[in-house]
């Protein structure tokens, strides 16, 4: 059973940064693809990024709102997932989710992963 905790959030202006962190702890991390998630208020949960297991740059996968502007990586050693967030536009507002799924093909849809996180809120302001 892996546990995801994800921090970081906060309250950011317009065209600012921010760093999100999922902190994995219960499993083998390099075991697990992983992805970052985000629920709008009254909007459905939407994929923002995914990682394979070795945290290869190159697999990354983007939603196309946020190509460009947010970066994904993973550090095995240290059981931890990020999200660099750069840019940011008040659309961005959003509980951001990270999730983890058996290594395999990076997913981008929700059914496709296992464990999740709490959630951590993100407010961009006009």
């Known amino acids: 059973q892996v546990q995801l905790v994800e921090s970081g959030g906060g309250l950011v202006q317009a065209g600012g940064s921010l760093s999100l962190t999922c902190a994995a702890s219960?499993?083998?991390?390099?075991?697990?693809?992983m992805g970052w998630f985000r629920q709008a208020p009254g909007k459905g949960r939407e994929f923002v990024a995914a990682?394979?297991?070795?945290?290869?740059?190159?697999?990354?996968l983007y939603a196309d709102s946020v190509k460009g502007r947010f970066t994904i990586s993973k550090d095995n050693g240290k059981n931890t997932l990020y999200l660099q967030m750069n840019s940011l536009k008040p659309e961005d507002t959003a509980v951001y989710y990270c999730?983890?799924?058996?290594?395999?093909?990076?997913?981008?849809?929700?059914?496709?992963?296992?464990?999740w996180g709490q959630g951590a809120l993100v407010t961009v302001s006009s």
């Open positions: 990682i394979n297991w070795f945290g290869f740059g190159g697999s990354a």
């Open positions: 999730a983890a799924k058996r290594a395999g093909t990076v997913a981008t849809t929700i059914a496709q992963y296992t464990y």
């Open positions: 219960g499993g083998t991390f390099k075991n697990y693809d």
